[in-house]
């Protein structure tokens, strides 16, 4: 048993509130519980009570022994003289607010199913890999699909910090926001943050005035990237590197060290070179492309918008200067699903929540739902426990789950978790 466990059976009335009475025996009548405090100070604010036959407006304190309350030092803190309710497991000393008052103290240790305490620490301390696994099969399906719509949305609003950071940059430039975020998705988690670099080096406005001649697009890309500092590797990369050399020089451009990109353990089609050469297509290929998803509802439609494909020269290349077999150079679809899924829609989202158009929101989640489910070992092995994910929505909110829950024991804060302890 743990305070949080003790705040949360308070919380959810989870113990016997037949003939409650203070450890001195007046009669208590809980009106109102309380909002739980995440702050410092008492824990449970604007309770409302009667102790027998008086209203008292103010807050709860939780402890699992009474002594805790002067360890903490509430008895010497204005802040808690406005405490109704001491609950705890155990009194075991009589406790005073500040201005001497004696405080009253309700005493639920032997009123709290023991069952229910079991199971928590179950779940606390077990170290499977998801510690309610026993209890899934149990669980309806209601409650599980409520508690991903909480996760997915939870996920999504993670993202808006890093799109709040991008939007002061570009002065509330929703289109730059828009390509910062394809650019961190071309990097397919691996390159990510050396996608991200890559788009604040490389302001949309230069890109913008070469659009219409995609090789200028992937000097851009390339010299920026840093691919175009070494020796020359053929007539491609040449040429690349003149051009390169003629526009950093017009717009005052550097190019960083190419070793931030990474293409340990990854397939050739997935090499850095090969995305920034799709990104460029993308750049080169698209119109408008933010307004352009705003306009559009049909998920196959938005698809579509993505099916480019790089440049002749990266058919037969995966690396500068390394001639290779002819190979598809367009972005596949389980390509153009990740990117949709990490680039678009939490753009989209995040830009419905600021701008306060629900539909823009609802539209963002109606995309993930007609996305097929990703496929990873952690959605494999929410599969083996039973759980399965159909569409990314489901996947994305499994993920979430998984990360910020199940990983942190955060099962009082689950609604599965809530619904094992009651059962
Ligand atoms: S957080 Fe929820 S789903 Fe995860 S282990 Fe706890 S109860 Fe189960």
Known sequence: MNEDLLQYIWLSGMFDIHNLKTTDGKIVEILKRGKLNKHAGPDFLEAQLKIDDTLWIGNVEIHLYASLWNSHQHQEDEAYNNTILHVVLNEDVTCFRKDGSPLPCLEIGKRINHQIISK????????????????????????????????????????????KEWLKKVKNDWHSVFYYALARSFGFGTNSEAFEQLALQLPLSILAKYKSNLMQIEALVFGVSGFLNQEHLDDYHLTLQKEWHFLSQKHGLKSPDMK???????????????????????????????????????????????????????????????????????LSISAIQNIMINGVVPVLFVYGQMIGNDSICQKALNILHQLPSESNQVIAQWSNYGVHSRTAFDSQALLELKKNHCDLRNCLNCKIGNKILIN
């Open 120 to 163: 928590y620490e179950f779940l606390r301390q077990n170290s499977l890999w998801v510690p309610c696994a026993e209890f899934l099969n149990k669980i309806d399906h209601f409650t599980v699909t409520q508690m991903l719509d909480r996760m997915m949305i939870q996920r999504l609003e993670h993202k808006t910090d890093l799109v």
């Open 260 to 330: 931030t990109f990474k293409f340990m353990r990854m397939r050739p089609g997935n090499f850095p070179t090969i995305r920034l050469a799709q990104f460029a297509a993308l750049i080169h290929q698209s119109n408008h492309l933010l307004s352009q998803l705003l306009d559009e509802d049909d998920v196959h439609q938005i698809i579509s918008f993505f099916k480019i494909e790089a440049s002749e020269y990266w058919q037969t290349h995966y690396l500068f200067g390394k001639l290779s077999k002819k190979h598809a150079s367009n």
